[in-house]
Nanobody
Framework: QVQLVESGGGSVQAGDSLRLSCEVS????????MAWFRQDPGKEREGVAS???????IYTPSAKGRFVIFQDGVKNTLYLEMNSLMPEDSAMYYC?????????????????WGQGTQVTVSS
């Protein structure tokens, strides 16, 4: 049984940083692609950052230069380091795991999902 458990969300001020974590069991995170998505109520789930099985990464334009996705294969944990946070980054953040080598930001490329962790950024 595959389980993804996110943590690290919270309420911060604009300009602050947060590190999200996603602990994974039942699936080796280095065997496929992993990603972070976010979703506001009433909006589509948006891909934020993804990492492939060779460690190559891609980001949505608004996250590039501010967010960093990385993983620890020993701990089987995915991370998202978020810097210079802005109010528009506020959302529920989800971790996702999928089969395939290359990083992708389309939710259809992922088979497993966590329950999410809330990030709220105030101005």
């Amino acid at each position: 049984q595959v389980q993804l458990v996110e943590s690290g969300g919270g309420s911060v001020q604009a300009g602050d940083s947060l590190r999200l974590s996603c602990e994974v069991s039942g699936y080796s995170i280095t065997s496929g692609r992993m990603a972070w998505f976010r979703q506001d109520p009433g909006k589509e789930r948006e891909g934020v950052a993804s990492i492939g099985d060779y460690g190559n990464t891609i980001y949505t334009p608004s996250a590039k230069g501010r967010f960093v996705i990385f993983q620890d294969g020993v701990k089987n944990t995915l991370y998202l380091e978020m810097n210079s946070l802005m109010p528009e980054d506020s959302a529920m953040y989800y971790c996702a795991a999928g089969f395939g080598s290359s990083p992708r930001l389309n939710k259809r490329d992922y088979s497993y999902w966590g329950q999410g962790t809330q990030v709220t950024v105030s101005s």
